[in-house]
């Protein structure tokens, strides 16, 4: 079955960190850009980072520049998040997208594979 698989949720107290995982199961990942996008309760869906097949992250929310991180290992098919000095209002769901195009993961405009979603707390 082809997927996307989110881990890595969890609680967290404010200013704390988690790593979200994005595995994919059925196809490499290599020559995929990855989008990892937010939703909080009551708000529109928000992208916070893209990750190019070589690796290369950029940043789509100025409330996350500095704190959210981007990586990705091909070897292990997986593309990670690392949040750092987290906030109550990261509060959300995150999920990963994938897609070929890099304008489609990114913006998260119908790309071929979404993952589940897991959900982030921050709160003390």
């Known amino acids: 079955q082809l997927q996307l698989v989110e881990s890595g949720g969890g609680l967290v107290q404010p200013g704390g960190s988690l790593r979200l995982s994005c595995a994919a199961s059925?196809?490499?990942?290599?020559?995929?850009?990855i989008g990892w996008f937010r939703q909080a309760p009551g708000k529109e869906r928000e992208g916070v980072l893209c990750?190019?097949?070589?690796?290369?992250?950029?940043n789509y929310a100025d409330s996350v520049k500095g704190r959210l991180t981007g990586s990705r290992d091909n070897a292990k098919n997986t593309v990670y998040l690392q949040m750092d000095s987290l906030k109550p209002e990261d509060t959300a769901v995150y999920y990963c997208?994938?897609?070929?195009?890099?304008?489609?993961?990114?913006?998260?405009?119908?790309?071929?594979?979404w993952g589940q979603g897991t959900q982030v707390t921050v709160s003390s």
């Open positions: 059925g196809f490499t990942l290599d020559y995929w850009t």
């Open positions: 997208a994938a897609d070929l195009q890099f304008s489609v993961a990114c913006l998260g405009t119908n790309p071929r594979y």
């Open positions: 990750i190019t097949p070589g690796g290369g992250s950029t």
